[in-house]
């Protein structure tokens, strides 16, 4: 219901787009977030946002370099990431809340993606 893709092997400053696919029941009325698990690490909040493109939401470590998107007409989530950093490696997945807001809580969603992963080298 939910694949995620785009992620791959970017020097650091280097930029990567990923792309959401979602189906419409999955995600048309939904908040919509991004996550990321690093190696070793728990799975964090990266980026949301609302079921009508609104109110975008980041982690602070990613503010002014990532940006989140959706194309609701086509049932599409983006995550834009610039200026990525060594420390931004991990897998990152999509996911569907279970109501209509984004939030950076894991809980608060129902439906996650696969998983693509994002690769920063120094």
């Known amino acids: 219901q939910l694949q995620a893709f785009g992620g791959g092997l970017v020097q650091a400053g280097g930029s990567l787009r990923l792309s959401c696919a979602a189906s419409?029941?999955?995600?048309?009325?939904?908040?919509m977030g991004w996550f990321r698990q690093a190696p070793g690490k728990e799975r964090e909040f990266v980026a949301a946002i609302n079921w009508n493109g609104g109110n975008p939401s980041y982690v602070a470590s990613v503010k002014g370099r990532f940006t989140i998107s959706r194309d609701r007409v086509n049932d599409m989530v983006y995550l834009q990431m610039n200026s990525l950093r060594p420390e931004d490696t991990a897998v990152y997945y999509c996911?569907?809340?279970?109501?209509?807001?984004?939030?950076?809580?894991?809980?608060?969603?129902?439906?996650w993606g696969q998983g693509t992963l994002v690769t920063v080298s120094s």
């Open positions: 419409r029941r999955t995600s048309s009325n939904n908040g």
């Open positions: 996911a569907a809340a279970r109501g209509a807001w984004g939030t950076p809580h894991t809980s608060n969603y129902q439906y």
